[in-house]
């Protein structure tokens, strides 16, 4: 078994009887639709139709070869793929194997590779010969090397057929023998956090708790098999997955419809192709496709649903979504770690606008906090932490991590500032943790801080977040060099280290000095007011 931090039995055994775990693996939901509208069409992948029936098919051929070269539960996998349907069979293979899986964006590189690799020391990497790092084998190679467990790797367009991922889906297997039900309550797999460490960290969640928290936002959500769901944003980001994401759909027999960016153009188009009814996307994207729909009219009309989260929503932006985009707006304020809150498709329309909603789950455990550790009153902010059904309960392998992030009572710091209104939604206000939100891609400063500090010629770095109207924010790299360095040399070194190209800073600027706090570390907050000062019109 994967270890992971547990929920307290007691806790556990309320949410069993609570009906919030009902001991049923992941792939259940899918495999039921599989058996009650197998000709349904589960996934439209460029054109290509895939019927429920086809998923399950694809899904079990895999999972029957890798059970026949010795995969099966307890086993961990690295997987990354495009946004294309194999993302889901493979996923829905891996759970109906037991194998956990961590789904890396396909804009991460050697860095976060490497480190997910060493943190769950997989035996199976699948991955996409089209993708920079794996056009040849010299980077698996480095892998094995450092990974001696991985010892089964398949691509997605790999010429020979004994490592193509294709061939082992197509071909047809029996379901595995004796491959018993995944038990419920152990890692189903692990998400990625977005993190504001050194090494990016791994999330374990359980069949129990996402499943849990699938089912819930399919409700909220008002999810149907008349569903037609555009995915246009990184399939493996919980968003997109789990709120109500692609399982969600998968739940309700709907259908996904899978597009490689949020660019308006194209997805207009397959919203109007494939009758998309509801999309989600983070507020930069919304810019993007309220600007496209000034110049070129709504989305087509089939969309009457849009989900908007993943970073702050300015409110103005909220306001148009209606008459711009011409559908419903549904906030969105989630975390990879757990805790969901939506408002809901009947919430006033002040509500809706002017809050992120509020949790899934009437045992989600919410304490808003001010910086002595108390209890704030209403309308006030403070720092939110969180318990509950499908919110974890630590970091994979992160003892000194968790220490940090998670209070006695288990409650987990998200590093998220908000205030509750009197009618209890919450209102994301700002944040403590050390984080840049680039249109909802996160980078956890340290990381790149770490990176930077690789080079010889530098000797102190701080990355900050600067205002952007269109991403909302862009990193900026305050960094005190031992000499004349300029900003496309530090581009050359993080790029030849291997990191995903959202996190290369956006901006460098070369001081003298940093200011320094009272106990000697980089003032950031003094950073970000210089930066925001530079940014203000007429400034
Ligand atoms: C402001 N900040 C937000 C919002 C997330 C659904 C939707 C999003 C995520 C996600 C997710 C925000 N307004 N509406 O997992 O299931 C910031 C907060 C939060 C962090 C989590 C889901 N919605 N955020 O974005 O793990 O800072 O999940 O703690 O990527 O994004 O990031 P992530």
Same mark, same amino acid.
């Given at each position: 078994m994967i270890e992971f931090a547990p929920w307290p039995k007691e806790l556990g055994q309320i949410y069993r009887q609570r009906g919030y775990?009902?001991?049923?693996?992941?792939c259940a939901g899918i495999e039921a639709q599989a058996s009650a509208?197998?000709?349904?069409?589960?996934i439209i992948c460029k054109g290509r139709h895939v019927s429920y029936a086809e998923l399950d098919r694809a899904a079990t051929n895999l999972a029957a070869y890798l059970s026949g070269r010795?995969?099966?539960?307890g086993d961990t996998a690295l997987v990354q793929l495009p946004n294309v349907a194999e993302f889901y069979i493979v996923f829905l293979a891996l759970m109906k194997l037991g194998v956990a899986p961590?789904?890396?964006?396909?804009?991460?590189?050697q860095i976060e590779l490497s480190s997910y690799a060493d943190q769950i020391q997989p035996r199976l990497l699948i991955a996409d010969r089209a993708h920079s790092l794996f056009g040849d084998d010299a980077f698996l190679a480095q892998l094995q090397a450092l990974i001696p467990n991985l010892s089964e790797a398949l691509f997605?367009?790999?010429?020979q057929a004994s490592r193509s991922l294709t061939h082992w889906l197509s071909r047809d297997a029996s379901p595995?023998? %004796?491959?018993? $039900?995944? +038990?419920?309550?152990?890692?189903?797999f692990f998400q990625l956090s977005g993190g504001s460490t050194g090494t990016p960290k791994l999330i374990p969640r359980t069949h129990d708790d996402y499943d849990y928290s699938v089912r819930e936002s399919v409700r909220i959500c008002g999810v149907t098999q008349q569903t037609r769901f555009?995915?246009?944003?990184?399939?493996?980001h919980n968003f997109l997955l789990s709120s109500p994401g692609a399982l969600g759909v998968f739940h309700a027999g709907g259908t996904v419809v899978m597009a490689d960016s949020p660019d308006p153009l194209s997805c207009f188009d397959l919203i109007a192709r494939h009758s998309v009814t509801m999309a989600a996307l983070v507020p930069s994207a919304v810019g993007l496709w309220i600007q496209a729909a000034e110049t070129r %009219?709504?989305? $087509?009309? +089939?969309?009457?649903h849009l989900l908007v989260g993943g970073a702050s929503f300015a409110e103005a932006q909220a306001r148009q979504v209606p008459d711009k985009l011409g559908c419903r707006l549904q906030q969105v304020f989630g975390m990879a770690e757990g805790l969901v809150n939506y408002t809901r498709l009947d919430d006033p329309e002040d509500v809706v606008f002017t809050t992120q909603g509020r949790p899934?789950?009437?045992?989600?455990e919410i304490r808003i906090l001010s910086e002595d550790g108390s209890p704030v009153p209403d309308g006030e902010t403070g720092q939110l932490a969180v318990r509950g059904p499908?919110?974890?309960?630590?970091?994979?392998?992160?003892p000194d991590q968790n220490a940090r992030a998670f209070d006695a009572d288990g409650f987990?710091?998200?590093g998220d500032l908000v205030r509750r209104t009197a009618g209890g939604n919450l209102r994301?206000?700002?944040?403590?943790?050390?984080?840049?939100?680039r249109g909802g891609e996160k980078i956890a400063s340290e990381e790149v801080e770490h990176l930077l500090l690789r080079?010889?010629?530098?000797r102190q770095v701080a990355l900050v977040p600067m205002p952007d109207a269109g991403l909302g924010e862009k990193s900026c790299a305050f960094v005190v060099a031992r000499t004349n360095l300029r900003g496309v040399d530090l581009r050359r070194h993080l790029t030849g280290l291997g990191i995903?190209?959202?996190?290369?800073?956006d901006r460098f600027r070369f001081v003298d000095d940093l200011p320094l706090t009272?106990?000697?570390?980089?003032?950031k907050r003094q950073l970000r007011a210089q930066l925001e000062l530079a940014e203000k019109p007429g400034a």
């Open positions: 775990w009902i001991g049923r693996p992941l509208r197998p000709e349904a069409a589960a010795g995969l099966g539960r961590v789904n890396a964006l396909y804009s991460h590189r997605l367009g790999d010429e595995p023998p %004796g491959m018993a $039900p995944t +038990p419920a309550h152990s890692v189903a555009l995915c246009a944003l990184p399939a493996p %009219g709504a989305p $087509p009309a +089939p969309l009457d899934i789950s009437p045992d989600d499908y919110t974890f309960r630590g970091y994979y392998l992160a987990y710091f998200s994301v206000v700002g944040r403590v943790k050390d984080q840049i939100n080079h010889a010629e530098i995903a190209d959202y996190k290369l800073p009272a106990v000697g570390k980089p003032d």
